[in-house]
């Protein structure tokens, strides 16, 4: 199984603040990548595909890249609806496989 | 508008067989592929199973000997049937539209159903 390594498992913030959350495949996975953020108590909504490609709706301020093996997950300028947890997710081998989770707070 | 709904009986006995359903809406079962996620409590996500557009299956190794998932196209409807539970599959479970293509991901999920497996 491809092995999704997050990082950090948590970190806070403030308003305004650029954060990053970076996964680490551990074989390369071609782009094939998403980013989903989860609130408390809700389903997971999709944020990143293609590893750099916005979902429709998704605020601009949110922004994925990466290539190989490693991918990150920006947000430029931290607003109080991004607390939540964050995962990425690889479907370039089966079993599709989720990172442990990166839980942001406000500051 | 695309939507997912979870179903199922909230508790079940260790060693007994767990039966869901994913009611959609907005959306063809026989053009949409819908997967399986759960979450155990405080935990991350593990994809369970997929089923294809045109029927077909595929699931995750770790848990491929008691899975079934199955469908109903006419009630819009996809089933997970799960044997010989045990504690550690105490999970919400949610139910997502996979989009496939070049990329696949989960665009549009369920609320999901909690599951609890105790006696």
């Known amino acids: 199984d491809i092995q999704m390594t997050q990082s950090p498992a948590s970190l806070s913030a403030s308003l305004g603040e650029t954060v990053s959350i970076e996964c680490l495949a551990s074989e390369g996975i071609s782009n094939d990548l998403a980013w989903y953020q989860q609130k408390s108590g809700k389903s997971p909504q999709l944020l990143i595909y293609?590893?750099?490609r916005l979902q429709d709706g998704v605020p601009s301020r949110f922004s994925g890249s990466g290539s190989g093996t490693r991918y990150s997950l920006k947000i430029s300028g931290m607003q109080p609806e991004d607390e939540a947890d964050y995962f990425c997710?690889?479907?370039?081998?089966?079993?599709?496989?989720f990172g442990s989770g990166t839980k942001l707070e406000i500051k | 508008q695309v939507q997912l709904k979870e179903s199922g009986p909230g508790l079940v006995q260790p060693s007994q067989t767990l039966s869901l359903t994913c009611t959609v809406s907005g959306l063809s079962l026989t053009s949409n592929s819908v997967s399986w996620i759960r979450q155990p409590p405080g935990k991350g996500l593990e994809w369970m199973g997929v089923i294809w557009s045109n029927g077909g299956t595929d699931y995750n190794s770790a848990i491929k000997s008691r899975l079934s998932i199955s469908r109903d196209t006419s009630k819009s409807q996809v089933f997970l049937k799960m044997n010989s539970l045990q504690t550690e599959d105490t999970a919400m479970y949610f139910c997502a539209r996979m989009r496939t293509g070049n990329y696949w991901y989960f665009d549009f999920w369920g609320p999901g159903t909690m599951v609890t497996v105790s006696s």
């Open positions: 997710q690889q479907s370039y081998k089966y079993p599709l496989t």
């Open positions: 293609a590893a750099s």
